[in-house]
T-cell receptor
Framework: EAQVTQNPRYLITVTGKKLTVTCSQNMNHEYMSWYRQDPGLGLRQIYY???????DKGDVPEGYKVSRKEKRNFPLILESPSPNQTSLYFC???????????FGQGTRLTVV | GENVEQHPSTLSVQEGDSAVIKCTYSDSASNYFPWYKQELGKRPQLIID?????GEKKDQRIAVTLNKTAKHFSLHITETQPEDSAVYFCAATYGNNRLAFGKGNQVVVIP
């Protein structure tokens, strides 16, 4: 089954404790993105990747890192989480930006 | 960057009536315009999309129209049903490798 898998689904952590949210897709897609969804602000792109070893900043990259060592995986790293990073995070993949994006299940992150 | 705006932010319709959501975009080079539906607690899913060389596209009860001159595109849902209640996001490509989303519209279908 074609899918995008994120883990974990829910995470509560403390300020400053490094964490990684994993994202994996099995569709051989080249384009992958991370979004955060906040009430009233829609989906804002954090980082995106055009292909392996090619990543770039989206609209809200501060406080986040990503890597793309393999085509299927695109982890999101928060080196020192802060409460303003409490949000719902979605990973998405597509062949290109101009084709259907498939979203993961979402990760609800709370930083206290 | 691209600025994508959706109106209205919330739309309530009687079951069976039509719903229309309008999106405007700022980048005249944008060439791909998808609509995503997000049900409560679920992930966004593509429901319809349109490319800049097409003016209208229809899929059963949903349709999308594009006006490139005015830089806006609209989602039309006919014969609305309770399962159409959701948040709808429009988006537009820009800069060859970016996809910008609007803030979303909450559609409520009243039985």
């Amino acid at each position: 089954e074609a899918q995008v898998t994120q883990n974990p689904r829910y995470l509560i952590t403390v300020t400053g404790k490094k964490l990684t949210v994993t994202c994996s897709q099995n569709m051989n897609h080249e384009y992958m993105s991370w979004y955060r969804q906040d009430p009233g602000l829609g989906l804002r792109q954090i980082y995106y990747s055009m292909n392996v070893e090619v990543t770039d900043k989206g609209d809200v990259p501060e406080g986040y890192k990503v890597s793309r060592k393999e085509k299927r995986n695109f982890p999101l790293i928060l080196e020192s989480p802060s409460p303003n990073q409490t949000s719902l995070y979605f990973c998405a993949s597509s062949l290109r930006p101009s084709t259907e994006a498939f979203f993961g299940q979402g990760t609800r992150l709370t930083v206290v | 960057g691209e600025n994508v705006e959706q109106h209205p932010s919330t739309l309530s319709v009687q079951e069976g009536d039509s719903a229309v959501i309008k999106c405007t975009y700022s980048d005249s080079a944008s060439n791909y315009f998808p609509w995503y539906k997000q049900e409560l607690g679920k992930r966004p899913q593509l429901i319809i999309d349109i490319r800049s060389n097409v003016g209208e596209k229809k899929d059963q009860r949903i349709a999308v129209t594009l006006n490139k001159t005015a830089k806006h595109f609209s989602l039309h849902i006919t014969e609305t049903q309770p399962e159409d209640s959701a948040v709808y996001f429009c988006a537009a490509t820009y800069g060859n490798n970016r996809l910008a989303f609007g803030k979303g519209n909450q559609v409520v279908v009243i039985p």
